[in-house]
């Protein structure tokens, strides 16, 4: 059985390929394709991928689905791939939780409402 990995864990690209059973090289694809989010993390400044982008269904682990278009509204409203993961990680108070959170509730369009306020 595959354990879903936690909000507060930060995972290498080798181990997210691994959780996902993905090539290395498709992990960086899908962060430079904006359907991952990835920041340089620790003494050695490697890539690091917060495990909360990662949800496993029907015994398999995947990429939560609504996260690309959120990362695309996000950078269209300004944020860089940093920022991006800090306002996801953060609790938000019309969301009442992190916005990441109620992605994987499913909240997808009360989170993306909350984006749109963020541009303007």
């Not at 899908?30 to 990662?54: F, K, P, S, T, Y």
């Not at 695309?72 to 916005?99: K, V």
């Amino acid at each position: 059985m595959i354990k879903e990995p936690g909000y507060d864990e930060w995972l290498s690209i080798p181990e997210i390929a691994d959780i996902l059973n993905l090539r290395q090289r498709d992990v960086r694809t899908a962060v430079a394709d904006h359907r991952l989010v990835a920041i340089r993390r620790g003494e050695n400044n490697a890539w690091a991928i917060n495990g909360g982008q990662i949800i496993v269904k029907d015994g398999e682990a995947k990429i939560l689905p609504s996260l690309h278009g959120t990362l695309i509204a996000l950078q269209d409203a300004g944020f860089s791939s940093d920022e991006s993961l800090a306002w996801l990680l953060r609790h938000d108070e019309e969301l009442e939780c992190a916005p990441l959170h109620a992605l994987r509730d499913g909240k997808t369009h009360a989170v993306r409402r909350v984006i749109i306020g963020l541009a303007f």
